[in-house]
């Protein structure tokens, strides 16, 4: 039997962000963010686009990204360093994610805004964090759209958790 599952909006989430990688503490000098699937169903998140204020990467390759888990996000450049943590996906043109704050997006192939958020300095709720080298992690999924209240920055001592739950 065949079965065709259309994405819903939410139904793939931005849940981690390595905006300021720099200084490390032990995670690759990379930006990054982290994709988790919240539905029931595989997605393909083919031809899918992340985009910040001021551009828009190339589209994603084919990747199923199975119920309830995880991918990391990078440039080309970025994902041998990453690929120890996790399945990653490679996008052309990856925006440059700025340290102060961004507006991110990820859009679907047919131009749906499946996921959106406008972070800041002040969701890290730590001083020694938002200097660099922590995420941003998002803290219940099942709240996508609560802003800064539901993130916060890793508390991991590695600095985040590429490829794991938050």
Not at 47 to 72: A, E, F, K, N, T
Not at 86 to 108: H, I, K, M, R
Not at 130 to 139: A, D, H, I, K, Y
Request: negative net charge; charged residues 20%.
């Amino acid at each position: 039997d065949f079965f065709h599952y259309r994405s819903s909006r939410y139904d793939v989430v931005i849940d981690e962000i390595m905006a300021d990688p720099s200084p490390t503490l032990q995670l690759p000098e990379k930006e990054w963010i982290e994709l988790r699937n919240r539905a029931r169903f595989q997605v393909n998140l083919r031809s899918w686009r992340l985009g910040d204020r001021s551009s828009l990467s190339g589209p994603m390759p084919v990747y199923w990204l199975p119920p309830d888990s995880l991918v990391i996000v990078c440039a080309s450049a970025s994902a041998a360093a990453l690929e120890p943590f996790g399945p990653v996906l490679v996008v052309s043109a990856f925006p440059s994610l700025d340290n102060e704050g961004d507006l991110l997006y990820l859009q679907t192939d047919d131009g749906l805004t499946m996921h959106a958020l406008e972070y800041d300095l002040s969701w890290y709720r730590n001083p020694v964090r938002q200097s660099g080298g922590s995420t941003l992690e998002m803290r219940d999924v099942q709240l996508p759209c609560e802003g800064p209240s539901n993130w916060q920055a890793s508390a991991d001592i590695r600095g985040g958790t590429p490829g794991r739950r938050n």
